[in-house]
């Protein structure tokens, strides 16, 4: 991870008074990757399992690092080197004091799934009336959260933050870094139970940001019944797809299967046939309300929002329909990607290539299952699935013709060439891990 700062005196300045130690040096950048290190870069030396940063101490200055925040010095090293106890909460202090000087909206957003695409829709809602500050990439740790943080500026009036979460008690710490003055929890979901163990702690680990908000502003998805049951300390407002809340919506669905809200009685066109893209306009029409947002200007920013790439994106070849949602896999997402390849309208098979799921833990089987069950309660017309633990998804179809369990995606692919027609459309998904867009690439060139 790499980050440009813009303002080195100042940034001199909180770094100095955070960590009460003098920065005697300039930098004109913050990296975590010795691989990414630029002349005037701050790097931070993290200690790993696997991999400790302080091994490429000598790279970093070869490169032109100015300096380096470490836990131990280097004593054979030449190049300025700032020992702290911890070099990953260090720079989560800066980046506390450096937000601190900041009196704007910050909007905390976590959850199971859907937290980037929720993010990237209300950033892009948001800026019809705010210069928005928002998380990029996968800087949602803690690590990655200081430095989105430390790119605050003067200029912003309002900022995003996406907050991850892989073990209990992560959430917390970012709310300890971020000081959010809103939050949302998009879901909860048996995801990550690897790290979790069970649902209530990734309910419990999620519930910490509505708990750093007791003098802020909590938004509850009423229709998600762990997210209602969690405490809110402080003010709250309720959305979601049921009448019991502040912002309730209903769907409707036009002839070619486009999904039309009506919320707090107001009409809204999603200009897709996608469930979880529609339940995310929802939550974020109910942020954008609160934060003084016209219902025109939503509905504008809506029509002209393109979803992130990976992202249960439509792509087409001329012959056949892709949908790429390869970003990343957990049951509650993989259902409703499902749905979505089943609302898609027109003639053609709806086949589902399906590679393993990561991070769920002792439940992986069932969850896998879960997945074979949905495709046969769908009417698929083929499932194509690979990796290790997707043997469970294909072992738990029954009414399906054409289903497939491959050891290799080369194996898949040319299964999955040989099956497709003109008019068919293609599902993709799988974990990350995982690099399911490589099928879409294959398929895409076909």
């Known amino acids: 991870m790499r980050i440009d700062l813009q303002d080195n005196a100042q940034f001199i300045e909180v770094f100095a008074s955070a960590i009460g130690k003098p920065l005697e040096a300039n930098v004109s950048g913050i990296v975590t990757d010795s691989r990414e290190v630029q002349k005037g870069d701050l790097y931070i030396a ?37 020992k702290v106890e911890n070099p990953v909460k260090a720079i989560g202090k800066v980046s506390t004091a450096w937000r601190n000087q900041f009196d704007i909206p910050i909007v905390g957003i976590t959850g199971s799934n859907g937290k980037t695409s929720t993010k990237e829709l209300l950033k892009h809602i948001l800026t019809s009336n705010f210069n928005v500050h928002a998380t990029e990439g996968n800087y949602n740790t803690s690590i990655g959260l200081p430095l989105t943080l430390l790119q605050l500026n003067k200029s912003h009036t309002l900022s995003i933050l996406e907050m991850g979460a892989n073990q209990p008690g992560d959430i917390a710490e970012l709310c300890d870094i971020a000081h959010p003055t809103h939050g949302m ?77 009506t919320i707090d009685a107001e009409e809204v066109t999603t200009y897709s046939t996608n469930l979880s893209f529609a339940k995310n306009v929802i939550a974020c029409s109910a942020i954008a309300r609160e934060l003084g947002i016209k219902w025109q200007n939503i509905k504008d920013r809506i029509a002209s929002f393109q979803p992130p790439k990976g992202r249960c994106e439509v792509k087409n070849n001329g012959s056949i329909t892709i949908i790429d949602d390869t970003y990343n896999a957990n049951l ?97 998904k799988g974990s990350r891990g995982m690099e399911m867009e490589t099928i879409v690439e294959a398929i895409l060139e076909a």
């Open 46 to 82: 993290i200690p790993g399992e696997r991999v400790d940063g302080h091994s490429f101490l000598a790279d970093v200055f070869k490169k032109g690092a100015s300096c380096a925040l470490v836990n131990r010095v280097d004593e054979n090293i030449n190049g300025i080197q700032i």
């Open 185 to 261: 929890i998009t879901n909860i979901a048996p995801a990550h139970l690897e790290g979790f163990g069970t649902i209530e702690t990734v309910a419990e680990t999620k519930g910490a940001l509505f708990q750093s908000l007791k003098d802020g502003l909590s938004f509850l998805n009423a229709a998600d019944h762990h997210i209602i049951e969690l405490d809110v300390p402080g003010e709250s407002v309720s959305f979601g797809l049921t009448p019991d809340c502040d912002y309730p919506a209903d769907i409707h669905h036009e002839e070619g299967g486009t999904i039309i809200l």
């Open 332 to 428: 509650e997402s993989t259902v409703a990607a499902i749905d979505y390849l089943k609302a898609f309208s027109g003639n053609g098979n709806r086949i589902f290539v399906f590679g393993d799921m990561f991070e769920l833990g002792a439940s992986s089987f069932e969850q896998h299952r879960s997945v074979g069950e949905k495709c046969d309660e769908a009417e698929l017309s083929a499932v194509l699935t690979v990796g290790n633990e997707t043997i469970s998804t294909d072992a738990a179809i029954n009414e399906m013709d054409f289903h497939r369990h491959f050891e290799n995606k080369d194996d898949l692919l040319s299964s999955l060439k040989s099956i497709i027609n003109e008019g068919d459309k293609v599902l993709v």
